[in-house]
């Protein structure tokens, strides 16, 4: 037996497209992401019957004469045959409704928020199941009252739908998180009649169960299919199977002898099967659609050409003899085991061959050669616009940003563009007619660009330029694949693999090639960023991202190679800058990340997977402020982009780095110092302080002096040392204020080095080492002369002290009660002099630290050549000590009679 394959031809636009046959006829019924719905009188059909039913159609079911779709709406809308009028609603969900099946004595429905909705017809009783934790992707149901589903969740489940209980739970698929990204359906099917056996792809074989104990029965294969199986399906009679792959390619086999049929199981332009369904009028023809909307059938054929339906003349015989649960090759079986006189060599096999036990098995496992792991090929990501929703929607975004939102109406009344800005007071709504048909749009301050495939032409608009519109057509009828614009430059990406560069007001600067399939453009100020795949085929379904920073200075380019990350087996969805100019980028996992120049690092910034509720929401990326450290965004409930009619809600959402044990208060300061220091935050180096402080405290509390020393001497910054040490002294940390006493020549040694480098670097060589950096990490530099920091003293025991003197004489050496008054205290500090001058004054001695700072020039010349800053320091006590005895008379006696009165007390 044989089977032949017709052309496909376009029913659809790209997407999920669901197909199904009319009961009783072989009229064909489809539906896609357009949202129309057709019926085929045949594949050859040039003139369906055309409906419409709502934006997109996630999926499709008919019945009784009535169709039965899920549209955007979250709902399962019933409609009447040919004419499409609406017949009442049969199920709400909180998504739109992803599988459906519908038959005799069952309907039911899944969706992406997990759950499945059934309905007796009898009854009319609503069921619902829960359990899975993703998307449901496929799922069909028995006569007998069991329900399979497959799920994103990575698992099969089979029901039994009177009780609501799961019978059995199979593991091992694919985990997905919403229906568009699938890479396979896993669709179920019950044999039909008594569904006796369940059938459902994995891998490369279709799975048969027996549905009594849900053991396995048979696993079909076929060496000539490349890809994966996504879908398969019974036919009608029970006596054949068919299944579609990932790759396009169809597989039929006959079920009773497990032999596959020959035939083309690839045809000239495929892509992943999503739906598949048997004739029941003739039992012979197959309709299966595509994921880029294309439509074929598969007709069966005996050797010599003619149709089985025409030749069969045994056909009803044999569904008769189906639906009492027999088949042919099972009643000769019986009838030669009752006959004693037949030889059968099945009865010889069965009475002389025993089944080999566990240990034989093993043995036998042990023998056989295991093959290498294959490596799975998956579909490169097509090229995209950052901001855009899909192009086949009437009403759709073209472009959201910082600057404003662009809007395009493509209906049969208006075909329009429609520009808001966001600041009214600087450009005011424009509204125009897309005679050009444009599809790519990028807007900012200064210009909007527009572009599209046919004709194939890049237009600007001079937003400051009294609106001054200039174009310029693309050579060779070169397709623009991805568009952006700045304030200052214009930049479109072709399938040329060329990056046009222009200038706001259309002079045509640069030509670049690409080294790699383009992706997605975006741009901010005079910096370009252009993502290029890397390899011609994703493996193991990772895309492998490059991108390419460019920053133009007048005529001439400066360029970065840096490879983006982004998360297993995802895609990229958004990229964009900051508005420091910091590139972002967004993936489907829902973690945005933030490239840092200075460092070449990309930052997992914010996780935003963990501010969803639902497995199938999603974010759409507005802005990234970096200054503010949060992500301006939009959630879609149940959707992978926001709808244009109501307006949805923009969120703001603060950024944090997925540490470990986020929820502890140390992971809460140490994710704040990360960001601060890696990224441009406003008044930067004030907050970095202040978490430096937080964290010291944090540590010193839980009596971790050596995690406090340690952080204040990877921080390096030369005035956090004397407040660190000022905060220790007053937890009583004696040993630590010491340690960081001894820490703080160091410190400054190494500052005094970096500005020394820094001084002597020439300012041309640095801006050409890095003109794409932003301003380096937190730099603390040496305060001005003038202006001195006054640190507080570090030890207690460091000036004596009169231990009966009144509670009330407030005293210059005791301590701030705030450790953050630090931050704005400022005093005018003295003039050293050649000599080393007493530390004391007029109203109140001089601290240790204070003394120290100003003469710590005169100290080290004092020294011998070689010596260390724990030295230096030493030697400063020392002479600091000895000139503390040189105190005014006055104050000698006082302190005298102040032990004459202690020895009289005691």
Request: net charge negative; charged share 25%.
């Amino acid at each position: 037996m044989k089977f032949e394959r017709s052309l496909t031809r376009y029913g659809h636009g790209s997407g999920y497209t669901s197909v199904c046959y009319e009961m009783g006829t072989d009229t064909i019924i489809s539906s896609g992401g357009d949202g129309d719905i057709h019926i085929w009188k045949g594949v050859e059909d040039d003139d369906p019957m055309t409906g419409c039913a709502g934006e997109f159609i996630s999926c499709l079911a008919f019945y009784d004469d009535h169709i039965f779709v899920g549209t955007e709406l979250n709902i399962v809308q019933i409609l009447t045959n040919r004419d499409f009028d609406r017949d009442g609603t049969q199920f709400r969900f909180t998504a739109p409704a992803t599988a459906m099946r519908v038959t005799d004595k069952y309907v039911a429905a899944g969706s992406e928020d997990t759950t499945i909705k059934v309905t007796i017809r009898e009854g009319a009783e609503e069921v619902e199941l829960t359990g899975h934790s993703g998307p449901i992707l496929a799922l069909d149901v028995s006569p007998e009252g069991f329900l399979a589903s497959s799920s994103g969740d990575g698992s099969l489940k089979i029901w039994k739908i009177a009780d609501q209980s799961v019978v059995k739970t199979i593991e091992g698929f694919p985990l997905v998180k919403t229906v568009s990204l699938a890479e396979g359906f896993v669709t179920p099917s019950f044999y039909p009649k008594f569904g006796k056996y369940l059938a459902y792809p994995k891998d490369k074989e279709i799975i048969v169960l027996e549905s009594t104990n849900w053991t396995l029965k048979h696993t079909l294969k076929n060496d000539k299919i490349s890809g994966k199986f996504s879908v398969c399906a019974f036919s009608p009679c029970g006596k054949f199977i068919c299944a579609g792959s990932t790759t396009g390619e169809i597989s039929v086999w006959e079920f009773n002898t497990l032999q596959s049929l020959r035939g083309p199981t690839k045809g000239d332009e495929s892509d992943m099967i999503t739906s598949i369904d048997w004739c029941s009028s003739s039992g012979d023809q197959i309709v299966f659609a595509d994921k880029a909307g294309q439509i074929a059938c598969i007709t069966l054929k005996d050797e010599e050409g003619k149709r089985l339906a025409d030749v069969a003349e045994d056909r009803e015989n044999f569904l008769e003899m189906e639906a009492f649960g027999e088949s042919d090759s099972e009643s000769e079986d019986s009838e030669e085991e009752d006959n004693e006189n037949c030889i059968s060599l099945k009865r010889i096999k069965k009475a002389t061959m025993r089944p080999l036990d566990d240990v034989e098995a093993e043995e036998v496992k042990s023998d056989i050669v295991e093959r290498k792991p294959e490596i799975n090929l998956s579909q490169l990501q097509k090229a995209f616009q950052p901001g855009a929703t899909p192009d086949h929607l009437e009403h759709r975004y073209m472009a959201w940003n910082s600057v404003g939102i662009v809007k395009a109406h493509k209906t049969d009344v208006e075909n329009s563009i429609e520009v808001e800005f966001h600041d009214v007071t600087v450009h005011h709504a424009i509204h125009m007619n897309n005679f050009l048909g444009h599809s790519l749009a990028g807007v900012s301050e200064r210009v909007l660009a527009l572009s599209g495939c046919s004709p194939c032409k890049v237009v600007g608009i001079a937003l400051g330029a009294g609106s001054r519109e200039w174009s310029v057509s693309l050579p060779n009828c070169e397709e623009a694949l991805a568009l952006t614009a700045s304030n200052n430059l214009v930049a479109v990406a072709t399938d040329e693999r060329l990056l046009r560069i222009f200038t706001t007001l259309g002079t045509q600067r640069e030509v670049i090639s690409i080294p790699g399939k383009p992706v997605t453009l975006a741009s901010h100020g005079n910096h370009l960023m252009v993502v290029y795949h890397t390899t011609s085929t994703a493996l193991d379904a990772d895309q492998h991202l490059s991108a390419i920073l460019i920053n133009a200075l007048g005529l001439q380019l400066r360029s970065r190679d840096v490879r983006l990350s982004i998360s297993p087996k995802s895609r990229l969805t958004w990229l964009g800058f900051t508005d420091a100019g910091s590139p972002a980028s967004f993936d489907s996992a829902g973690m945005l990340r933030i490239f840092s120049k200075s460092a070449n690092l990309w930052y997992p910034v914010c996780d935003l997977k963990e501010h969803t509720k639902g497995a199938s929401d999603t974010f759409y990326i507005v802005e990234v402020s970096e200054e503010k450290q949060l992500v301006r965004t939009i959630l879609c409930r149940g959707l992978s982009y926001p709808l244009t009619s109501p307006r949805p809600v923009v969120m703001e959402i603060p950024l944090q780095m997925p540490l470990c044990e986020i929820e502890a208060e140390k992971s809460t300061w140490e994710d704040a110092l990360v960001r601060q220091a890696a990224f441009a935050v406003e008044n930067r180096e004030k907050l970095m302080r202040e978490t430096a402080i937080k964290l010291f405290a944090l540590a010193c509390r839980n009596e971790m002096e050596a995690r406090a020393s340690d952080l204040i001497e990877m921080i390096g910054c030369p005035q956090l040392v004397p407040l660190a040490a000022k905060y220790a002294n007053k937890l009583g940390r004696i040993h630590l204020a010491e340690k960081l006493g001894q820490m703080l020549p160091q410190i400054q040694e190494l500052e005094r080095e970096r500005e020394k480098e820094n001084r002597s670097s020439s300012p041309d060589i640095g801006e050409t080492q890095d003109i794409l950096s932003l301003p380096q990490p937190l730099v603390v530099r040496t305060p001005d002369p003038s202006v001195v920091v006054a640190p507080k003293p570090m030890l207690k025991s460091s000036v004596k002290r009169n231990p009966f003197r009144k509670a009330n004489m407030s005293s210059p050496l005791t301590p701030s009660a705030d450790p953050l008054s630090h931050l704005t205290e400022k005093i005018v500090g003295f003039t050293p002099k050649p000599n080393i001058q007493s530390p004391q004054s007029d109203t109140a001695p001089k601290t240790f630290m204070a003394w120290f700072t100003e003469n710590h020039d005169e100290l080290a010349t004092e020294m011998p050549e070689e010596h260390t800053p724990a030295q230096l320091t030493s030697f400063a006590m020392k002479r600091y000590k000895g000139l503390i005895q040189g105190v005014p008379a006055a104050k000698r006696r006082l302190e005298d009679e102040d032990k004459t009165t202690a020895k009289k007390v005691c």
